[in-house]
């Protein structure tokens, strides 16, 4: 029955995206066609039936204070804070007091903005390895092959031309026992990153390279979590991340490896 | 295929965080809704909803004046989805799905026992049953179910849920199209819609 209405232009019509033209050739038809009428309020009905039923989940209360108090402390730890002028001192001792107050004043309110930040840094870099090791659990369960799959780095490297906004190096002579298996794309702290698969022995890791960005930049060397290890370094450019629960030795064999071909890359 | 936007977070200059809160809080409802549809847990969604809060904070600089901010925290929400647990085991469900459907683009048929089955009234009683049609929602594939959300409950246009999803139009339209049908099967089966057992995961894991 190629002259009823088919099913995406009736969704279209659902949704209210039909041209004008569309919407008066389809009218045309509706006027003529039960079986198309039928189908079209139905359609209408479902659409209107799943809003209502789609709104079933209402946010707790305490979620809206908690950010708007996350919003708060944002806009405390990204403000540069000013030093306050000491109100006017009749003597040269009341200025040196002033002075050594504001010193005293300055110092602290350096001392607990950076030690803010810290703190912000600290609890980034831990999501970072956090959602790092949950990828490469996920790698490891999935069991589904690679996008790319080559031991070849001068086919690994290039596939990611066009899929990722910057580019870096593979190296060539890598430690003994360790293997490049292929690579994936995939995003990390909401960013794109290239996800190179190795394996080292029958141990696999996962290194994750992304673009370094200001707030997103990795403050870890090496941590542990959930038995997986996480070497990282950066560079001026790239953030590396890798995974395995291979021996860290020789999981930092294959990140020295990665590191010393990174200079020169192209950006 | 947009490659870069992304990089204008690079630049941000520090929240601004009275803009933001006066466009992101009003729409706290909505993504908790959605989170908690995707997530399928309170405490998941909650999670999700206060990462997206602070990913759109810290990038609000990139979010360009006078554009859907509705369509840009949608799409900071699902990437960040994507990327946790639940999402990634969402994701491996993909691939599968559309193998068993003949891909995104082919053309979404009606299941037979859909079609001309009922009458009017009987679509009516069918769709008065909010229960059953939660239920049948339930049954979506992660990837039927947010474009149903979005479209239905959220209301975005074509155009802003591709731009959500990072997809074509048409894979929006058939992916539309799918979930309708799916529905609609589901509501119309004689033995009603049926809660999600865990198949569709378990036989992709």
Known sequence: MSDHLSDGLLNALADGELSAEQLAAANEHLSQCASCTSNALFQSLLKSATAKAGQRYAPPAQLHDRLAQLAKQETTSSNVRGARRPAGAL????????????????GILVFERNAHQDAVASSESAALVTEACDQHIATLAGNAPPQVISTDRHTVKPWFQGKIPFSFNLPENLPADTRLEGADLTYLH?????????????????????????????????AEHAGFHVTAFSTAELDVLAVSDVDPVRLSGLVNAIEQVQDGVRH | ???????????????????????????????????????????????????????????????????NFKAWIFRILRNTFLTSRSGLAAQRTVALEDELSGGEDGPAHYPEAAIDRQTPEMNLML???????????????????????????????????????????????????????????????????????????????
């Not at chain 2, 059953?132 to 947010?146: D, R, S």
Request: net charge positive; charged share 20%; proline share 6%.
């Open chain 1, 91 to 106: 003597s040269i001792a009341g200025w040196a007091i002033a002075a050594a107050l504001l010193l005293a004043c300055g």
């Open chain 1, 190 to 222: 909401n960013q794109p990153a290239a996800l190179l698969l190795y394996s080292i022995g029958k141990h696999r890791v996962s290194v994750f390279v992304l673009q370094r960005t200001i707030a997103g930049s990795v403050d870890v060397v090496s």
């Open chain 2, 127 to 205: 769709l008065s049953d909010r229960a059953a049609l939660q239920t049948a929602m339930e049954t979506l594939t992660p990837p039927l179910l947010e474009v149903i959300l979005l479209a239905d409950v959220e209301e975005l246009k074509y155009r802003e849920i591709a731009a959500v999803l990072d997809v074509p139009i048409g894979t929006v339209m058939s992916r539309i199209a799918r979930a309708r049908a799916a529905l609609r099967a589901a509501l119309q089966s004689p033995t009603g819609p049926s809660k999600p057992t865990g198949t569709s995961r378990e036989v992709r894991a």
């Open chain 2, 1 to 67: 295929m947009t490659l870069l936007p992304w990089k204008r977070a690079i630049r941000s200059s520090g929240p601004q965080t009275s803009a933001f809160e006066d466009l992101a809080m009003p729409l706290l409802p909505s993504l908790y809704n959605v989170a908690f549809w995707l997530s399928r847990n309170a405490t998941d969604a909650e999670d999700l909803v206060q990462e997206t809060f602070l990913k759109a904070l810290r990038g609000f600089s990139s979010f360009e004046p006078g554009s």
